[in-house]
């Protein structure tokens, strides 16, 4: 681990030298090209080879919106995939609907008890028919297994996911445009002092970015576990009309659960702290990203957000750990590498 360690900060070094050589290479290009030809045309080749300022905090912003509305049409489209199933769940559910009939006509003829027989028929008949009528009626009542808790983290929050991640995407762009205005100062002198800033606002931002792109992830995993379980959905109804194989009705019924409470609990996280955390980012941006020490204060903050944001899996599970999409698999096959 502690090799790992070395290696990742050795390279993390050799990427700010890299950055500080060029920003030198440049800069002993632009002065012999003053030389050479008027000052407009140097500023003309600085400002086609440096992107402009924002555009990194833009690019950034638009990828989490996109990834947000990636997953728009989820439920619908998982409506529709259902009727791929429906074949093999009609086999399913005439095999054991017919089966269910025939043992409740067998218990009924063999209980001595004439009102314990009447009952156990009743209730066996109502059960295997709120599963008969849920099944028929599956593509006009599949999307409120998610809507319900869509609806539910609306009352209590009330705001948009994406705005927070939004916003923190833009502040790891004013931190990075920050960087690039610090690099533009670097002298043969002060080399180590402004590396030393560099790293502080250049972690700054990347951790800034990571946490917004964790946090919309969290917030959509949810609705593409339900999306996936909608699609499988009629084989655990058809399964639900057997005591026997009701027990996968239960599992998927966790499952659907689990992953509805997703977006509850991310929507509970963002009434209790996310007035704090949309406040804390926009002071930070306001301040901007060309001082160490709003640096180091957004990476503390980016730090706590992922914290909080990596919590969220656990907390959905208050119900049930049928889904359980942590987003850690590639850490878990990447552990398996590092000596």
Not at 38 to 55: C, E, F, V, Y
Not at 133 to 149: H, I
Not at 224 to 243: D, E, K, M, R, T
Not at 257 to 264: D, E, K, L, Q
Request: with cysteine; hydrophobic share 55%; net charge neutral.
């Amino acid at each position: 681990m502690a090799y790992s360690l070395m290696v990742t900060l050795r390279t993390v070094v050799l990427l700010l030298a890299t950055i500080v050589a060029m920003v030198i290479f440049q800069t002993g290009a632009f002065a012999q090209a003053a030389n050479a030809s008027p000052s407009s045309a140097t500023a003309a080749g600085a400002a086609a080879l440096a992107s402009p300022d924002g555009d990194f905090g833009k690019g950034a912003q638009t990828a989490v919106t996109q990834i947000d509305s990636l997953v728009g049409n989820l439920i619908p489209n998982a409506i529709t995939a259902s009727s791929g199933v429906m074949d093999e769940a009609n086999k399913f559910a005439w095999g054991l609907g017919v089966i269910s009939l025939v043992l409740v006509g067998v218990r009924f003829a063999g209980t001595h008890h004439p009102i314990s027989a009447w009952v156990n028929l009743f209730e066996e008949v109502a059960v295997l028919g709120i599963f008969v009528a849920l099944y028929l009626g599956y593509t006009s009542s599949a999307s409120g297994f998610w809507t319900w808790f869509k609806d539910l983290a609306a009352h209590i929050s009330g705001a948009s996911d994406s705005s927070t991640g939004g916003q923190m995407a833009h502040l790891a762009g004013v931190i990075f445009d920050g960087l690039k205005e610090k690099l533009k100062s670097i002298r043969i002198l002060n080399i180590p002092a402004v590396l030393s800033d560099a790293a502080v606002m250049l972690l700054a931002a990347f951790f800034m970015c990571l946490a917004a792109i964790v946090f919309i992830y969290y917030s959509a995993v949810g609705q593409i576990q339900s999306a996936i379980g909608i699609v499988l959905g009629p084989i655990a109804i058809a399964l639900a009309f057997s005591s026997y194989t009701r027990n996968y009705f239960v599992k998927w019924l966790d499952w659907m659960i689990s992953a509805g409470m997703y977006v509850v609990v991310v929507a509970i996280l963002m009434k209790l702290v996310g007035s704090s955390i949309g406040d804390a980012v926009s002071k930070a941006s306001d301040v901007g990203g060309a001082t160490t020490v709003n640096a180091m204060y957004v990476f503390n903050l980016a730090i706590f957000i992922l914290l909080l944001s990596l919590e969220i899996p656990k907390l959905a599970a208050i119900f049930g750990g049928g889904a359980s999409a942590t987003g850690t698999a590639a850490l878990k096959l990447a552990k398996g590498f590092i000596p």
